[in-house]
Each structure stands twice: as C-alpha cells, then as structure tokens.
C-alpha cells in the first residue's frame, strides 16, 4: 500500500510537471503570436562599400536570393537530413535531441553534441555576434518562437540555405553553386550537393578546393543521413561519392578574393562599436561604408600572388594605411582565403622581432641620444639584477668589435647596442613610448623586449608605426567610414581624432636614420638591412625589417603611405634561411606600387634641427673619405673638439 502510494505521488509529480511544461509552451507560443511579425526577408542583409561607394559584397544579395522551388530538392533533403532531420516535426525546438545531446555531453565529460535546429541556426546567422551570454540565449529563443510562428516551414528553410556560409566568402546556396561548380542551385546533382551541404558545420575544414579529403569525409556523413532517413538508397550513396567532381573555383574573373581578409576585418572593428544592433533583425540590414582602395588591394594580392609562389604553407600578412587619416586602404591577411579564412592581420598575434627597435630608439632620442651616439658592438653578456644573465647575439653572430653610432646601429639592426640602449633607458621607458604611440597591447618590461620578443597583432602594431608615418601625431587606424540603416539613417560615423604624442623633432630625425636602410654608405663590416632591394625603391622611404626564429618582418613609410609585411608559417615552425627576401620584396614591390602616382615627398625639417656630414660607423666628423649626412637637434651635432654623447654606456 505504502509503495502503490508512492508510485501515486510520483505519477502526480510527473503530471504536473508535464502541464507545467504545456502550459509554458503554450503561452510562450501565443506571446511569440501576438508580438510583431519578424522581418527576415532579404533586406536584411550587411552591404559594404568601398571608398568611391561602390558596392563590393553583399551577405544576402536580392538578385543571388533563390526560392525553395528553384532548389535542388537533394540540396533541401540532404540539408534536413543532416542538421536537423526532425525539421518538419518540431516547433523550433527539438526536445528529445536536446536531451539526448545533454546526456551524451555529460557522460562525455565535454560538449561534444549540439542541438540546435535549422530555426535556431537560422536566427544566429542573423546576429552579427554570437556571443554566449545568457541574455543573448534567452533573445534567441524567443525569436525562434517568434520565427516558427509567423513563418512556415518552407519559408525557414529557404531564409536559412539562402544565408548560410558555405566558405570562400560565399553566402547562400545559389552564390555557392555558382562559386563552386558554375551552375545554379536547382540544377546540383547529388554529389555536389551533398559535398555543399557539408561545408557549412566548419567552412574553412570542409571547403572542397582547399581540403576536398575532409569535404569528401564530410560528404560521406551527409549522404550517410540521407539514407538513414530514406532520401536517397545506398547505391545512391555510393555512386555519389565516387562521382568525379571539377570545381569551378570562381564567380568572377575579376573578383579579388583577398577583399574577403578585408570585409572580415570590417565584420570584426564592427562587433565593437556600441551604437551598433546586435542583430540585422533590429536594423533591418546594414549599409557599411569602409576605407578599402579595391585598386590597391589588388596591387597587393598581385604582388603576394608573384613573389609567394610555390612558398609550401608558407603565410603572409600585409596592410596599407594612409598616415594622415588612419585609413586602412588594403589588407590582406593570408596567402589564400580559398585555403584559409584565418586572418593574421587581426586575429595572429606574433613577435614583430627588430622592428620594435624604432620605438626604442624614439624614446633613446627623446632622453637625449643623437645620432651619433655610440656604444661597442661586441659579443655581451648582460648581468641582471634578479642575478641572471642575458645573452643577446646579432644576426650571424656579426659584430663590429668597435663603437658603432646609433645611425649605424639602425642600418644593421645590431642587437647588442639595442639592448644597451634599452638597459640604459630603464625598461619600463619603452614600455611606456609603445603605448603612448597606440600599442594597446599589455606589454611586459623585460630585457629582451628591446628585440621584440613580444607578440603583438599587426592591427594594433599598426598604430604605433602610423604615429611615426604621421609625424608624431596619433590617430588610430581604422576600416569603417560610416555605417546606416536600409533607411539612411546614420547609425555610426567614424570620429577623427589625432593627438600630438611624440616631439616632431625627434621624429624626423628618427626617419632620417630609418632612411639609411637601404644606404651604400653604410656598408663597413656589415652592411645595412634593406640593402638587396635598394634596386626596386624609386622614392625615399623610413623601413625597418625585424626577424625571428620563425617571423619576417618588413614595416616602412613616408608621408603617404605606410605599409606593413608578415611572413612565417601558422604552426610557428622556424622559417627557412633566405626567405626574408620574399618579404623584403612584398613589402618593396607594393608600396611602389601604391605610390607609382605620386610624387617623392618627405618629412619638412623642423626647426631647431640641422643638418652634419659625418662618417656614419663611427658618428665623428673625422678625415674619413666615408661621410653622410646625420640630422641633430642644434647644439647635439658632433664637431672636430667634441662629439658629443659619445660613450654613453661603459661595457
């Protein structure tokens, strides 16, 4: 009796809950009813704009948008099959899939399931972030409701496979068949279908052209769906997975696909503004106006294209700005978007190696260095106050046994005298001028930051370099122009900002020296760095080159143009000796390129600066045949009876 209670109870317990369950179900179901209908045609797309205005992608173009009856009906099946087979059952939720994916996860220790229905992956491809917040969970579900109600189930299906991403900037079914087999959706036989439909769980692991092996696996579990639920037969199955496929690989001959790196770097300064929607539901679609010169992101992919050829795995990086304004006009960031969505402008975070070097020797100016300041060039071993030792080597082990200048110091980038000069400044001083010229970045002060040990993205790194394009005035470099609504109405403008942070003075002077990187007269037992390119540069220009066990680097400017190169592999193996040349000649080539319209203009010479010939190794005025001409604040020149700062750190 006492058990036959207990079942009782529990039975009433379960009941309960289950009315509980309806009835919430119901009344959230009649609030998603009576609420406004949600608009989810295809005006809500993101359109971005070059800087003449012109339109060069669209997320969900209206002339590219297909209806579900001019879809290939292996296309839907294969799609329902795979994501979400329940699709035609539920209403917007699929509880048994979610509890079952809930105990696999548990038991599994990790989350290795998900549950989301093709309603629910339909409204996240609608946001513009997917962050996890519970409060962005909650809005989701609700305009799921929303969606499952005022929309039938065609009408889902066909928002949803005209706006997912099938890789290779491709949005939408129809774009995809072009892009991939130039052909129109309705038209893809089974095997091409079920080889698109794959793409979407990991668009950069499953894009046919760049990795057909795990397209191909991921074929096998589409087309295995299909034939668990009785689309298709497993001779069906086997005849499409050894169809032979040619893949077309392009839309337009003309498309510059590196403008992809580009619109993924807008998508990304986009998630952080604040006056922003989350949501292309709440604005209805965005119109985003950028900075990007498709002339010149063409000359830089052509260039990359030339000078990386058959360079197995190996990566690159670059990015053009205008120093006056902060524009970033040309970005790209990977040899292939095809290949590899990654974008090592915004996302890699690597050591930027040598070229930190300018930011010090700013700060070693501005504490009254010139540049004929010297220190010894010689094998050091530095004793620290925590009572390690640091051991720095120069490139080659190459040392000049002698006091070198600091211009000379500059042209070979000897690391010796960086680490002197660092040392000698006090190691929180570069620290400090780094992110005074708009490094945001946390950076630790440390020995060895003098070398750039530190890891830094190249969109943050940009600023400090365009700080020093821009003559010492700091305006953050930025994609974004303007943003609006389908309306036009203003919703975000980009805000011009610039603040003098650097004594212009010592700026120039600093470019001056950078300019001797590629100079003859500065061959003694070394020769400058940039000097195998000299025969490409038309113009006068401010460049450092920076390497590492597994970076190169090549950042360089001048009043108009400031271009920065990366080269190394993804998976930080050490780059192959001799490879600096290829960057060396990205970074040459392009910003000639860039500036072949335009005149050859340099930094005005401020006042209170003049102008010495000195020998450039040693920094004196001396009988040498070997002179240059070295800039200094009136009053620091070097004469006959006093060079002045000579010796300034005793070894």
């Known amino acids: 009796m006492r058990f036959l209670k207990k079942v009782i109870f529990v039975i009433k317990i379960f009941a309960f809950l289950v009315v509980i369950f309806v009835t919430g179900n119901v009344a959230l179901y009649l609030y998603a009813y009576i609420t406004p209908k949600v608009d989810i045609n295809a005006n809500n797309s993101i359109v971005f704009y070059d800087n003449e205005n012109r339109s060069f992608f669209e997320s969900s173009s209206e002339n590219k948008w297909v209806s579900i009856n001019d879809i290939s009906d292996y296309v839907i099946n294969a799609t329902v099959a795979t994501e979400d087979k329940n699709f035609y059952l539920h209403k917007g939720f699929d509880f048994l899939r979610i509890a079952k994916a809930f105990y696999i996860n548990l038991k599994n220790g990790s989350i290795t399931q998900g549950a989301s229905t093709i309603s629910q992956q339909y409204i996240k491809n609608l946001y513009l972030s997917f962050d996890k917040t519970w409060d962005r969970k909650i809005e989701e579900a609700f305009l799921t409701l929303e969606l499952e109600t005022h929309y039938s189930k065609d009408e889902i299906l066909e928002g949803y496979l005209n706006s997912i991403n099938y890789g290779s900037g491709q949005y939408g079914i129809e774009n995809a068949?072009?892009?991939?087999?130039?052909?129109?959706?309705?038209?893809?036989?089974?095997?091409?279908?079920?080889?698109?439909?794959?793409?979407?769980?990991?668009?950069?692991?499953?894009?046919?052209?760049?990795?057909?092996?795990?397209?191909?696996?991921?074929?096998?579990?589409?087309?295995?769906?299909?034939?668990?639920?009785?689309?298709?037969?497993?001779?069906?199955?086997?005849?499409?997975?050894?169809?032979?496929?040619?893949?077309?690989?392009?839309?337009?001959?003309?498309?510059?696909?590196?403008?992809?790196?580009?619109?993924d770097a807008v998508l990304q300064e986009l998630q952080s503004i604040d006056s922003i929607p989350d949501s292309l539901i709440d604005s209805g679609g965005l119109h985003i106006y950028t900075n990007l010169d498709i002339d010149a992101q063409k000359k830089m992919e052509n260039i990359i294209k030339e000078e990386m050829e058959n360079q197995e795995d190996y990566q690159v990086a670059s990015m053009a700005v205008e120093p006056s304004s902060g524009k970033v006009i040309a970005l790209i960031g990977g040899v292939d978007y095809n290949t590899s969505e990654?974008?090592?402008?915004?996302?890699?975070?690597?050591?930027?190696?040598?070229?930190?070097?300018?930011?010090?020797?700013?700060?070693?100016?501005?504490?009254?260095?010139?540049?004929?300041?010297?220190?010894?060039?010689?094998?050091?071993?530095?004793?620290?106050?925590?009572?390690?030792?640091?051991?720095?080597?120069?490139?080659?082990?190459?040392?000049?046994?002698?006091?070198?200048?600091?211009?000379?110091?500059?042209?070979?980038?000897?690391?010796?005298?960086?680490?002197?000069?660092?040392?000698f400044l006090g190691e929180n001083t570069l620290v400090d001028t780094a992110k005074r010229m708009g490094i945001e970045k946390e950076l630790q002060a440390n020995p060895s930051l003098a070398l750039g040990t530190e890891e830094i993205s190249m969109m943050d790194y940009s600023n400090a370099y365009n700080t020093l394009a821009n003559y010492g005035i700091k305006n953050d470099v930025y994609l974004i122009s303007k943003v609006t609504d389908n309306d036009g109405n203003v919703l975000y403008e980009h805000k011009f900002e610039e603040e003098s942070v650097l004594n212009k003075r010592d700026v120039f002077i600093l470019n001056e020296l950078l300019s001797n990187t590629y100079n003859y007269n500065f061959v003694d037992y070394s020769s400058p760095?940039?000097?195998?390119?000299?025969?490409?540069?038309?113009?006068?220009?401010?460049?450092?080159?920076?390497?590492?066990?597994?970076?190169?680097?090549?950042?360089?400017?001048?009043?108009?143009?400031?271009?920065?190169?990366?080269?190394?592999?993804?998976?930080?193996?050490?780059?192959?000796?001799?490879?600096?040349?290829?960057?060396?000649?990205?970074?040459?080539?392009?910003?000639?390129?860039?500036?072949?319209?335009?005149?050859?203009?340099?930094?005005?010479?401020?006042?209170?600066?003049?102008?010495?010939?000195?020998?450039?190794?040693?920094?004196?005025?001396?009988?040498?045949?070997?002179?240059?001409?070295?800039?200094?604040?009136?009053?620091?020149?070097?004469?006959?009876?006093?060079?002045?700062?000579?010796?300034?750190?005793?070894?």
């Open 177 to 263: 068949s072009k892009f991939y087999f130039n052909k129109e959706s309705k038209d893809l036989s089974l095997s091409e279908a079920s080889i698109l439909v794959g793409i979407p769980k990991n668009p950069s692991l499953y894009n046919p052209i760049s990795n057909f092996e795990k397209s191909k696996e991921r074929q096998n579990v589409v087309l295995l769906s299909m034939v668990n639920e009785g689309y298709i037969t497993e001779d069906e199955m086997n005849d499409a997975i050894n169809t032979d496929l040619v893949f077309y690989g392009k839309d337009d001959p003309e498309a510059v696909m590196s403008i992809n790196y580009y619109k």
């Open 342 to 423: 990654f974008n090592r402008v915004t996302q890699a975070q690597r050591q930027v190696g040598s070229t930190f070097k300018p930011l010090l020797y700013y700060a070693a100016l501005e504490n009254g260095f010139t540049a004929s300041s010297t220190f010894t060039s010689e094998a050091t071993t530095f004793n620290m106050d925590n009572g390690k030792t640091y051991s720095p080597k120069n490139y080659g082990n190459k040392y000049g046994n002698k006091d070198i200048s600091l211009a000379t110091a500059i042209a070979y980038s000897d690391n010796i005298y960086a680490v002197k000069t660092h040392l």
């Open 529 to 651: 760095t940039m000097l195998s390119i000299s025969n490409i540069l038309t113009k006068k220009y401010a460049v450092k080159s920076g390497s590492t066990d597994t970076d190169y680097w090549v950042i360089g400017y001048n009043p108009d143009m400031l271009v920065l190169v990366w080269n190394g592999y993804d998976d930080n193996r050490e780059t192959i000796s001799g490879q600096s040349i290829v960057t060396k000649r990205i970074w040459a080539k392009t910003i000639e390129s860039l500036l072949s319209d335009k005149e050859n203009t340099w930094y005005d010479i401020p006042t209170g600066v003049t102008a010495s010939m000195v020998n450039p190794i040693s920094g004196k005025i001396d009988e040498s045949s070997k002179v240059s001409v070295m800039f200094y604040i009136k009053g620091t020149e070097p004469n006959l009876s006093n060079n002045v700062f000579d010796n300034l750190f005793l070894n």
